[in-house]
């Protein structure tokens, strides 16, 4: 069972762009929605991440949307870098209790000059 | 200050072996959660360890068992591999003690099984 769902599963985007993936969750006992870059032979490095109680946060050039009703959520990158290139994860858990983190099935981030 | 360190980066084994690796959490981090990542995919959920008991489990079989240590490392332990077993093994560490729920991964360790 998929809980949380990431599209697209690659994205080419020109240098300059906006690189925008998207989300979407089932179980309403997540609360906590956190996004993981991860490059070729490294382990996901927290980005950003954000709380239903909140509709949009942005830190730098990135930015999460969240719409908690459609249970959905996204993160645009502005002005998109070849150093942006990587494997986008965004993921859910609960901030309480006992706290895994689902992840969504990725997104592989391509920034061409 | 360190942050979490994987031992070691690469193995590789083969098929009915035994496997363990290592995970020293983030200084001041007290929780460890272990994930298998194949490839592609996204990290799954195997195992979390906190005052050095499992107390949450994935949809994993019992030939994935753990240990967390007084100092807060962890072991992860795989019996019988299987060829399916190939995959990054990462590490995350949090503070339950601290009420902090965000998880910080290492650098993973890359098991392939022959």
């Known amino acids: 069972q998929q809980q949380v769902k990431q599209s697209p599963q690659s994205l080419i985007v020109q240098k300059g762009g906006i690189s925008i993936i998207n989300c979407a969750y089932e179980n309403t006992a997540f609360d906590y929605f956190p996004w993981y870059q991860q490059f070729p032979g490294k382990g996901p490095a927290l980005l950003i991440a954000i709380r239903p109680d909140v509709s949009e946060k942005k830190e730098g050039r990135f930015t999460i949307s969240f719409n908690k009703s459609a249970k959905q959520f996204s993160l645009h990158i502005m002005d998109s870098q070849p150093g942006d290139s990587a494997t986008y994860f965004c993921?859910?858990?609960?901030?309480?209790?006992?706290?895994?983190?689902?992840f969504g099935i990725g997104t592989k981030l391509q920034v061409i000059p | 200050d360190a942050g979490v360190t994987q031992s070691p980066t690469h193995l590789i084994k083969t098929r009915g072996q035994q496997v363990t690796l290592r995970c020293s959490p983030k200084s001041g981090h007290d929780t460890v959660s272990w994930y298998q990542q194949a490839l592609g995919q996204g990290p799954q959920f195997i195992f979390q360890?906190?005052?050095?008991?499992?107390?949450q489990r994935g949809n994993f079989p019992d030939r994935f068992s753990g240990h967390q240590f007084p100092n807060y490392s962890s072991e992860l332990n795989v019996n019988a591999l299987l060829l399916g077993d190939s995959a990054l093994y990462l590490c995350?560490?949090?503070?339950?003690?601290?009420?902090?729920?965000?998880?910080?991964f290492g650098p993973g360790t890359r098991l392939l099984v022959l």
């Open positions: 360890y906190y005052e050095e008991e499992e107390r």
């Open positions: 995350a560490s949090s503070s339950t003690g601290q009420g902090s729920y965000e998880q910080y």
């Open positions: 993921a859910a858990t609960r901030s309480w209790g006992y706290q895994k983190v689902t």
